[in-house]
């Protein structure tokens, strides 16, 4: 059984289905799929009357992994650094075949392009410096996301906030990343190891940025530091919304943010200094008003999103 | 507590049957026997579908070889490169582990078989020992006629394998083969070094032949290894252990 890496996930979960664990003898009835990776496949469940997440696979010890990363987070949270672990079982299906499971808290939200789009640009910036935030903490309590991805995140309501939902390349500093995605990894890129430090996560911070604003991504032409850098480079100065921003993405492309804290600094002062030019220059033209107040609104949101 | 170790692996990489010389799945057998697994990856045509016949071979070897398989497509062939190569490692070292679980239980309990709770204890030493064992590969390429439009995406597969585990801890070790050779059964195409990012100058050098000694290659992989070490390596795990669990 441990032979294949991906021996077709054909034990078939139907909705309505109840799965009940090997070792703790919860029952958990499921709703409907949300998700596969490489890893597992993710389902909306029920059980004792509130929804769940329920994770499931056949690779009992990248299961195990994973479940490790979430306790360890779940110890130094207070904050919701990763969903809150609620259960971790195996599960035998009616032909005797084994399956790892474990449950977490359900995080619903609306997926970011979208949200963007129906909601404007200025809400970048505060999703920018939210994440950045939680960066900061993850880092500090020893950790790199390692596989930061737009797929990865949701946006989540009352209050408006940014939070990652799969904790599955969650990765100890100082060690080589876990799992990540060729689009968001920066040794793809050419431009730098797969050690997991902050500044791995800052690049793939970037990259996550500009796909919200490239839906079919780019590639790489060769993987040679130069020419990568300019494709990067040139994909961020195309988009205009990210004009006052582009300094510190690039900073961060190239390796030169240390710490999230220090690119959340810079992009805090891009905000600032755009709330300052505003008030300076209100007879402007308008297109210049515009983009001011993009940045103006984003800076209040933010500021009241830290009160909340 | 467990002595660290060098993991040594093959890996081989090829697009279809061999045809000459000795089953390669025996040859496979006797490097697990010296403590070498062996891993396949193969590759399939942008038009195959998952299952050709003649790939059953890839699974065959892997499985006597004590190694893990994947059929895969030129697109994600680096990805999978790095998978299949780490979850070898998993798998070797939690044999190991496994083994040293049955000397202290005295029982056939595996992994596995123990509460999540426990399993998670003991997984965090399995992924210690990944992050910071040495590890050797050699990569054993099929050069004959079909492969010749794959070697660059093979090539650049490589490329990203030294980056992913040279952000290991541990050390590394690569060398590359291919076969057939021009008069013996494998041809050195890269030495024994701990990066494989100078590999660009040398790929062009690969030619195709009609033939696809895959046992016979295999064989020879395995006196590549630095022998004084071959037995003393990390002790091999036993696949009905894993079987059965």
Not at chain 1, 47 to 53: E, F, L, R
Request: charged share 25%; glycine share 8%; with cysteine.
């Amino acid at each position: 059984m441990m032979n294949k890496i991906s021996r077709k996930h054909d034990f078939l979960i139907k909705p309505g289905m109840k799965i009940t664990g090997k070792w703790h003898n919860h029952t958990y009835v499921i709703k409907k799929k949300l998700g596969s990776g490489a890893i597992g496949t993710v389902y909306l469940c029920e059980t004792k009357g509130s929804y769940a997440a329920l994770k499931i696979s056949d690779k009992s010890a990248s299961m195990t992994t994973e479940v490790n990363v979430l306790k360890s987070l779940g110890k130094v949270q207070g904050n919701r650094l990763g969903p809150s672990l609620l259960d971790v079982d195996d599960w035998i299906n009616p032909i005797g075949q084994k399956y790892t499971f474990y449950v977490m808290e359900y995080i619903k939200g609306e997926a970011v392009r979208p949200f963007i789009q129906q909601n404007g640009n200025e809400w970048i910036g505060v999703f920018m410096l939210q994440l950045l935030d939680d960066l900061e903490k993850l880092h500090k309590s020893g950790w790199v996301f390692g596989d930061l991805k737009l797929e990865n995140l949701l946006i989540t309501a009352s209050p408006t906030r940014i939070r990652w939902i799969d904790v599955g390349g969650t990765t100890l500093i100082g060690r080589a990343i876990k799992e990540y995605t060729e689009f968001y990894d920066r040794g793809y890129w050419g431009l730098g190891s797969r050690r997991a430090e902050p500044s791995y996560d800052l690049f793939a911070f970037v990259m996550v940025i500009l796909s919200i604003y490239y839906p079919h991504k780019f590639h790489r032409e060769n993987p040679s530091q130069t020419t990568t850098t300019t494709t990067i480079f040139k994909k961020i100065d195309a988009i205009k919304t990210l004009t006052p921003y582009s300094i510190c993405l690039k900073k961060a492309i190239t390796g030169k943010y240390e710490t999230s804290a220090q690119m959340k600094q810079a992009i805090q002062t891009v905000l600032y200094q755009a709330e300052k030019n505003h008030q300076e220059i209100t007879n402007q033209k308008p297109f210049l008003m515009e983009s001011v107040g993009i940045l103006f609104v984003a800076g209040g949101y933010y500021f009241i999103s830290l009160l909340l | 507590m467990v002595k660290k170790g060098t993991l040594k692996q093959i890996l081989l990489i090829t697009d279809g049957c061999s045809n000459k010389g000795e089953d390669p799945a025996a040859t496979a057998a006797l490097a697990y026997e010296q403590g070498i697994v062996v891993n396949v990856i193969g590759i399939l045509d942008d038009d195959q579908t998952e299952q050709p016949e003649g790939l059953q071979e890839v699974e065959d070897i892997a499985l006597s070889g004590g190694g893990v398989s994947q059929l895969v497509y030129k697109a994600t062939l680096s990805q999978t490169v790095q998978t299949v190569t780490k979850q070898a490692m998993t798998q070797t070292l939690q044999g190991f582990v496994n083994l040293e679980l049955k000397q202290i239980l005295g029982s056939n309990e595996t992994m596995d078989d123990l509460a999540p709770e426990k399993r998670g204890e003991i997984m965090e030493v399995v992924e210690d020992l990944g992050e910071t064992c040495d590890l050797e590969v050699l990569v054993l390429i099929d050069t004959s006629a079909s492969m010749n439009d794959k070697l660059p995406t093979v090539k650049e597969a490589l490329i990203d394998l030294s980056i992913s585990l040279n952000s290991r801890i541990g050390r590394n070790r690569f060398c590359i083969y291919s076969f057939p050779g021009k008069r013996k059964d494998i041809e050195k195409v890269y030495d024994w070094s701990p990066k494989l990012d100078s590999v660009s100058t040398v790929f062009p050098k690969l030619s195709s032949g009609g033939i696809t000694p895959t046992g016979p290659a295999i064989r020879e992989a395995m006196y590549q290894f630095s022998k004084k070490s071959l037995r003393r390596s990390l002790r091999k795990n036993d696949e009905q252990d894993i079987e059965e669990a």
